[in-house]
Structures are given as C-alpha cells and as structure tokens.
C-alpha cells in the first residue's frame, strides 16, 4: 500500500491554500491561492474535475488562516481514477429543434449545474453524482436549472 506524505504547511503569512499531491514527481505544490476562501474552493472543484475526468488519481489539502496561524481545514481527500462511463443517451427532441442544438443545451444546463455544485464547496463528487446531475438536467428546463443553481451558489457563501 503506497503511502503519502502529509501535505507541507504553505510559505509566507497565513491566506487560503489548496495544496495538490503529484504522486508522479512524489511532491506537493500550491494549486491555488486566495485572500478569501471561496475563489479557492472554485479553483479546487474545477481542477478536481479536470483530474478525474483525465483518469487521475487526486489527493487535496486545503490550508487556511485561522486565529492569525496556519491551519488545514480539510484532511488530504484523495480520489482513485475513475473509469469513463458511456455518455448518457440524448434527450428527445422537440420537433424542429436542430440537434446540435439540443445537446448544447443539455451541455450548458449540466456545466451550469457542476459549476454550482462547485461553488457549493462539493467538488468531489463521485459518479452517482454526476448521474444524478445528468438525471436534472434531462427533466429541468433551462430556468429550473438556473434556480437550483442559484440555491446552490447561495448555499456556498454561508
């Protein structure tokens, strides 16, 4: 079983950190950087997906300020490479309705989905997540999603 070493307190004075393991170089190194904690959490979901969706195995620690030190909020979340699952079959159409079309659309209602999802701070999701997000984003229309999106935003900034 391979072991890794716990992820490195950051350089310089206390802000928010996201620290990303490379088990191909066996080192740690900052990945994003704020002032303010949101911006980071973003940066992490979207990196987050970028890795997984390449097939990459993906261990996180997230460092920030706390009573003027150094502390790290989240324990290092490590994710196995998950395999690629079928593209889901396509909606049906409305009559007259281009296809190319239609699947930007269903494309955009599901990006605008994990990008909240992402800015409610879950940016690991598994692939029962992702189907569950594909599952909305068949039955909602593009101003159901919008809403649900918002929730979820507004959720992320409490």
Same mark, same amino acid.
């Given at each position: 079983?391979?072991?890794?070493?716990?992820?490195?307190?950051?350089?310089?004075?206390?802000? =928010?950190?996201?620290?990303?393991?490379?088990?191909?170089?066996?080192? =740690?190194?900052?990945?994003?950087?704020?002032?303010?904690?949101?911006?980071?959490?973003?940066?992490?979901?979207?990196?987050?997906?970028?890795?997984?969706?390449?097939?990459?195995?993906?261990?996180?620690?997230?460092?920030?300020?706390?009573?003027?030190?150094?502390?790290?909020?989240? #324990?290092?979340?490590?994710?196995?490479?998950?395999?690629?699952?079928?593209?889901?079959?396509?909606?049906?159409?409305?009559?007259?309705?281009?296809?190319?079309?239609?699947?930007?659309? #269903?494309?955009?209602?599901?990006?605008?989905?994990?990008?909240?999802?992402?800015?409610?701070?879950?940016?690991?999701?598994?692939?029962?997540?992702?189907?569950?997000?594909?599952?909305?984003?068949?039955?909602?229309?593009?101003?159901?999603?919008?809403?649900?999106?918002?929730?979820?935003?507004?959720?992320?900034?409490?």
């Amino acid at each position: 079983m391979e072991t890794r070493p716990e992820s490195p307190q950051p350089q310089g004075a206390p802000r =928010w950190v996201a620290m990303l393991y490379r088990p191909a170089s066996n080192s =740690w190194r900052a990945a994003a950087e704020s002032p303010h904690r949101p911006p980071v959490l973003y940066a992490l979901g979207e990196m987050t997906q970028t890795l997984r969706a390449r097939g990459d195995e993906i261990t996180v620690a997230l460092w920030g300020p706390k009573d003027g030190a150094w502390h790290l909020f989240d #324990t290092a979340l490590t994710t196995q490479p998950v395999s690629p699952q079928p593209a889901p079959a396509p909606a049906a159409e409305s009559p007259g309705e281009p296809a190319p079309l239609a699947a930007r659309m #269903t494309g955009r209602r599901h990006q605008v989905l994990m990008a909240a999802l992402g800015k409610a701070g879950l940016y690991d999701l598994t692939p029962e997540d992702d189907t569950t997000v594909q599952a909305l984003v068949e039955r909602l229309d593009e101003p159901a999603v919008r809403r649900v999106a918002h929730w979820l935003a507004t959720a992320g900034t409490g």
